[in-house]
């Protein structure tokens, strides 16, 4: 097992996470001051100022956020990304864009991006399976990138696809398939706009390892981790409200809002708390912290979704 248990994080790593907030925050300072690229601890990472989106809780440590991991296109064991998505090749990455856009085409994932400030922000990340951690995420903001690609006034939803390569993901290989490929997921244009939203490009500071969704994904903190797809080779505008993976394969536990919500239990588990990993211990009676509406963003996003029933609208 390569997974170190959540609960045997050396001290060392936990400097190694403080050291890193305190270098972040003094390239910071120094950005503003006007040596920007000058420090030399950023010199080989993603240059990116720190969003005011950012939470101050303790980011998890990177080496369980490269190590447990669900992406199923590698495999469904936690350990599996890590160990098999070095394999894909990430570089050429091609987006297509299409529907309802003014700019459609093949685009190169750098294209889409070029030009638009990275910024760092960390987020916590909520899965449906009760779990949780902190990721400082690099990216852009989603809205920017569609803009870019104007969408039509007739547009309604965002649509994701990720990539289908069974030569080099091993999950999509074989007689047993835990899922329908391409893994898809989708989101209302305005949620798609919101300022929460982001394509991610990278984390703690370095380009994203494969296993977390390279080159680009999407994260949406407010919701479970689910909706945060990896690898996206498609993005496609629509008038109608697109089809979700998880939705797909279980439509009464898994919904396409998704919004994590401590009041709506998964027909199998409760959603009222969370083990946050490396925090609050591995074992079945650790203790569980509290999960928050909108997973503590309720007053970023909970404008979205006035007058919506949020328990028919799981
Ligand atoms: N393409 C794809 N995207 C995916 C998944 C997946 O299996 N395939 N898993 C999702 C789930 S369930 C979670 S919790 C997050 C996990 O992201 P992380 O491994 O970077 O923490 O990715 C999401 N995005
Ligand atoms: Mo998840």
């Given at each position: 097992m390569l997974i170190r248990q959540a609960n045997d994080i050396r001290p060392s790593e936990i400097t190694d996470r403080s050291v890193y907030l305190r270098r972040r925050e003094f390239m910071i300072g120094a950005a503003a001051l006007g040596f920007g690229g000058a420090a030399p601890a950023a010199a080989a990472g993603l240059k990116a100022a720190r969003s005011s989106?950012?939470?101050?809780e303790e980011p998890t440590s990177l080496e369980a956020i490269t190590g447990y991991c669900n992406y199923y296109e590698f495999g469904t064991g936690k350990g599996d990304p890590a160990a098999h998505a070095g394999k894909l090749t990430t570089d050429p990455w091609k987006i297509k864009v299409d529907g309802l856009v003014g700019k459609p085409g093949d685009y190169d994932f750098d294209d889409l991006v070029r030009d638009i400030d990275l910024e760092e922000r960390i987020y916590r990340l909520r899965c449906v399976e009760a779990w949780s951690m902190v990721i400082p995420w690099i990216g852009v903001p989603l809205k920017s990138v569609l803009e870019r690609i104007e969408p039509m006034g007739s547009a309604r939803y965002v649509a994701f696809e990720t990539l289908h390569r069974p030569a080099e993901m091993r999950g999509q290989k074989g007689l047993f398939q835990p899922l329908a490929w391409p893994y898809v997921e989708g989101l209302r244009l305005d949620e798609a706009m919101h300022p929460l939203t982001l394509l991610a490009v990278g984390l703690y500071g370095e380009k994203l390892p494969n296993q977390n969704g390279a080159p680009i994904r999407l994260v949406v903190?407010?919701?479970?981790?689910?909706?945060?797809?990896?690898?996206?080779?498609r993005i496609h505008l629509t008038q109608t409200q697109p089809q979700t993976t998880w939705n797909i394969a279980g439509p009464d536990e898994y919904g396409?809002?998704?919004?994590?919500?401590?009041?709506?239990?998964h027909p199998r588990w409760s959603q009222a708390r969370e083990r946050r990993i490396g925090?609050?211990?591995?074992?079945?009676?650790a203790s569980r912290r509290p999960t928050l509406p909108f997973n503590g963003y309720a007053d970023q996003v909970a404008g979205l979704y006035a007058g919506l029933d949020l328990k028919a609208n799981y």
């Amino acid at each position: 097992m390569l997974i170190r248990q959540a609960n045997d994080i050396r001290p060392s790593e936990i400097t190694d996470r403080s050291v890193y907030l305190r270098r972040r925050e003094f390239m910071i300072g120094a950005a503003a001051l006007g040596f920007g690229g000058a420090a030399p601890a950023a010199a080989a990472g993603l240059k990116a100022a720190r969003s005011s989106f950012s939470t101050d809780e303790e980011p998890t440590s990177l080496e369980a956020i490269t190590g447990y991991c669900n992406y199923y296109e590698f495999g469904t064991g936690k350990g599996d990304p890590a160990a098999h998505a070095g394999k894909l090749t990430t570089d050429p990455w091609k987006i297509k864009v299409d529907g309802l856009v003014g700019k459609p085409g093949d685009y190169d994932f750098d294209d889409l991006v070029r030009d638009i400030d990275l910024e760092e922000r960390i987020y916590r990340l909520r899965c449906v399976e009760a779990w949780s951690m902190v990721i400082p995420w690099i990216g852009v903001p989603l809205k920017s990138v569609l803009e870019r690609i104007e969408p039509m006034g007739s547009a309604r939803y965002v649509a994701f696809e990720t990539l289908h390569r069974p030569a080099e993901m091993r999950g999509q290989k074989g007689l047993f398939q835990p899922l329908a490929w391409p893994y898809v997921e989708g989101l209302r244009l305005d949620e798609a706009m919101h300022p929460l939203t982001l394509l991610a490009v990278g984390l703690y500071g370095e380009k994203l390892p494969n296993q977390n969704g390279a080159p680009i994904r999407l994260v949406v903190p407010w919701k479970y981790g689910f909706k945060s797809i990896k690898s996206i080779v498609r993005i496609h505008l629509t008038q109608t409200q697109p089809q979700t993976t998880w939705n797909i394969a279980g439509p009464d536990e898994y919904g396409f809002y998704a919004n994590v919500n401590p009041d709506v239990d998964h027909p199998r588990w409760s959603q009222a708390r969370e083990r946050r990993i490396g925090a609050d211990g591995n074992s079945l009676f650790a203790s569980r912290r509290p999960t928050l509406p909108f997973n503590g963003y309720a007053d970023q996003v909970a404008g979205l979704y006035a007058g919506l029933d949020l328990k028919a609208n799981y």
